[in-house]
């Protein structure tokens, strides 16, 4: 099976934004194998594919328990769309696979409902509320090219991409 490198900030690839998928074909489907397993070895419970240096609209998320024995239970999304979102809006700690051992409280609406394509191709729904919410939020945003640190003010954003340097200099990540 296909594996992935992620790639962290500053790669041009988590500024750019990802073009849509015709079809979920094969081709599609061993790309959602392949970015599942990177995500599950980092581990991480969500990946989008410009996270893995590939430009199209494709993210796959599990927020099963997976150190708790609990069954995998993967999301795969292709050309996912925010259908609907709640006035009202939760804060969370966020953190993000190319943006190492960094965490942010992110405010984002309740709840979204996603319209997307699935493993099979065929058009489905997803109501997320909570942790699943503000990961699928986290994902749609990574390919439009926008990160969590984004959110924040110019300062907290420097500091953060420093302290990476830093860490990729020290190599710690
Ligand atoms: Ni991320």
Request: proline share 5%; glycine share 4%; hydrophobic share 35%.
């Amino acid at each position: 099976m296909t594996e992935y490198k992620i790639v962290t900030v500053p790669h041009p690839a988590l500024k750019q934004k990802s073009k849509a998928v015709e079809t979920v074909d094969d081709t599609i489907r061993k790309q959602m194998d392949g970015m599942l397993k990177t995500m599950y070895d980092a581990p991480g419970i969500g990946l989008a594919a410009n996270q893995v240096g590939i430009l199209n609209r494709v993210l796959v998320m599990d927020l099963s328990k997976r150190d708790e024995e609990e069954k995998p239970n993967p999301i795969c999304m292709a050309n996912p769309e925010i259908i609907y979102e709640s006035d009202e809006l939760s804060l969370m700690e966020e953190g993000c696979l190319s943006v190492p051992k960094q965490y942010a409280d992110i405010e984002r609406p309740k709840i979204v409902r996603v319209k997307y394509l699935d493993y099979n191709g065929k058009e489905a729904e997803l109501e997320a509320d909570n942790l699943l919410s503000h990961c699928v939020q986290h994902e749609i945003d990574h390919l439009d090219g926008i990160l969590f640190v984004d959110y924040l003010s110019t300062l907290k954003r420097k500091m953060i991409l420093k302290r990476i340097d830093k860490l990729k200099k020290q190599n710690l990540i």
